[in-house]
Nanobody
């Protein structure tokens, strides 16, 4: 069964760090661009960061600039999002997503382009 499973969310104080992980199963992971999205209550789903299937290209939202870093390990079929200097406005459900990408450096920012989604992990940042 094709699955994306996120882990690593939780409650953290402002200024703290969290590392989210996403493990993929039953897909050829190296064929997929990966993205991390988030959705806060009452808001739409937005890109946090995305990474091309080879890992050489990334894209990110301004909200995470300088604080968040996406990475991937194709051998382990995992992607991670390192989040530092967290702020209360980072509170959201975080989702990893996979896009069956045919271009080497593709890393879409639009959620509708992604084919597979995880169930999400809650991140709560207290002030």
């Amino acid at each position: 069964q094709v699955r994306l499973v996120e882990s690593g969310g939780g409650l953290v104080q402002a200024g703290g760090s969290l590392r989210l992980s996403c493990a993929a199963s039953e897909i050829t992971f190296g064929n997929y661009a990966m993205g991390w999205f988030r959705q806060a209550p009452g808001k739409g789903r937005e890109l946090v960061e995305s990474i091309s299937k080879g890992g050489g290209s990334t894209d990110y939202a301004d909200s995470g600039r300088g604080r968040f870093t996406i990475s991937r390990d194709n051998a382990k079929a995992t992607t991670a999002l390192q989040m530092n200097s967290l702020r209360p406005e980072d509170t959201a459900v975080y989702y990893c997503a996979a896009d069956r990408s045919y271009e080497w450096d593709s890393r879409p920012s639009q959620s509708y382009k992604y084919d597979l989604w995880g169930q999400g992990t809650q991140v709560t940042v207290s002030s």
